[in-house]
């Protein structure tokens, strides 16, 4: 697929890390800030980030792990497992939350964005981060894939005033269907959550580059995004 996607720079209070930006084929959209998995800005990431530029959005996925190297890329191996969990658990979680921030100053004041409405957009470790850039009220909208550890921070859910989409995997051995549970209890009264469980689907359900990769479920969760994000920006 064609695409005019490039790195850039992003100046934080502890030095620039990079961002990959993709724009849409039309040169302007609303903005999508891209929160990855544990395992960097990779192929997938990139993919999905070119994807949704296609979709007609402007998408611009921050290196979280640039402390501990710039552009860190791993597979889906059990070499790239055992890096990805050190680096989740080496990251500085309120600082990720400021680069995200920055990431955000960044993509609203693209001309490409010109003032458009954005949302956040997470994988797994992105996901956990959606929910919170959207709880600290970052965003217009926020999709939260997978997110594992949101269980744990429902205390926040007082805080989501935008809306926020869901999708968990029913086969998903990282996220209890108890953990599920818990979140669409503490967002009941919460018309402007939605949360979809996709059967058959494992964790990581979206990535085509693992095992886990459920099509359909990937299918049904990329257009209930769509039509999500179409109704939010």
């Known amino acids: 697929m064609e695409t005019n996607s490039q790195w850039i720079e992003i100046d934080s209070a502890d030095g620039k890390f990079g961002a990959y930006l993709s724009p849409p084929r039309g040169g302007k959209g609303p903005g999508i800030v891209l929160l990855q998995e544990i395992f960097g800005v990779n192929q997938h990431i990139r993919n999905v980030a070119d994807q949704y530029a296609a979709d007609g959005y402007v998408?611009?996925?921050?290196?979280?792990?640039?402390?501990?190297?710039?552009?860190?890329?791993?597979?889906?191996?059990?070499?790239?497992?055992?890096?990805?969990?050190?680096?989740?658990?080496?990251?500085?979680?309120?600082?990720?939350?400021?680069?995200?921030?920055?990431?955000?100053?960044?993509?609203?004041?693209?001309?490409?964005?010109?003032?458009?409405?954005v949302a956040a957009l997470g994988y797994c470790f992105g996901g956990r981060l959606s929910y919170h850039t959207a709880a600290n009220g970052l965003v217009d909208a926020a999709i939260a894939y997978y997110g594992g550890g949101i269980q744990n921070a429902l205390q926040r859910a007082p805080e989501i005033k935008v809306p926020v989409l869901m999708h968990f995997g029913a086969q998903d051995d990282h996220i209890p269907t108890e953990a599920v549970t818990s979140i669409a209890e503490a967002f009941d009264s919460n018309e402007q959550v939605e949360i979809h469980v996709y059967a058959g689907a494992e964790h990581g359900f979206n990535c085509n580059h693992r095992a886990s990769y459920h099509q359909r479920a990937a299918a049904e969760a990329h257009g209930n995004s769509l039509v999500f994000l179409s109704e939010q920006l």
Request: no cysteine; proline share 2%; charged share 30%.
């Open 59 to 117: 998408v611009l996925a921050p290196d979280l792990f640039w402390r501990d190297g710039a552009r860190i890329e791993l597979g889906y191996d059990e070499a790239g497992w055992k890096r990805a969990v050190e680096l989740m658990n080496a990251t500085d979680f309120a600082k990720a939350q400021q680069d995200i921030a920055a990431t955000l100053k960044v993509l609203r004041g693209l001309d490409a964005v010109g003032g458009a409405r």
